[in-house]
């Protein structure tokens, strides 16, 4: 069974920087697509960051180019979001994904920037 397993969120001052980890339990994970969405609040959920599998290209979304980085080691089987220049409008609950074919979700973890 496929699982996802997000970790090192928390509260930030505005500005500061987080790095967020997602741990996968699968066989091939340099195959899949990955991926980091968030929603905040009242919002839909929206994606962040993603990446193909094998060297693929990544895509960010437009209010995270040039703060936010994805990244993977595929010797832990771990996806990365390095977080810098973060704003209160990045408050939201952070998820991690892996797609090849069927498309699998992190439980989430909780990101907070407020002075």
């Known amino acids: 069974q496929v699982q996802l397993v997000e970790s090192g969120g928390g509260l930030v001052q505005p500005g500061g920087s987080l790095r967020l980890s997602c741990t996968a339990s699968?066989?091939?994970?340099?195959?899949?697509?990955l991926g980091w969405y968030r929603q905040a609040p009242g919002k839909q959920r929206e994606l962040v960051a993603e990446?193909?599998?094998?060297?693929?290209?990544?895509t960010y979304a437009d209010a995270v180019k040039g703060r936010f980085t994805i990244s993977r080691d595929n010797s832990k089987n771990t996806i990365y979001l390095q977080m810098n220049s973060l704003t209160p409008e990045d408050t939201a609950v952070y998820y991690c994904?892996?797609?090849?074919?069927?498309?699998?979700w992190g439980q989430g973890t909780q990101v907070t920037v407020s002075s």
């Open positions: 699968m066989h091939l994970f340099s195959f899949y697509d």
């Open positions: 994904t892996a797609d090849q074919g069927t498309r699998y």
């Open positions: 990446m193909s599998g094998g060297v693929g290209p990544t």
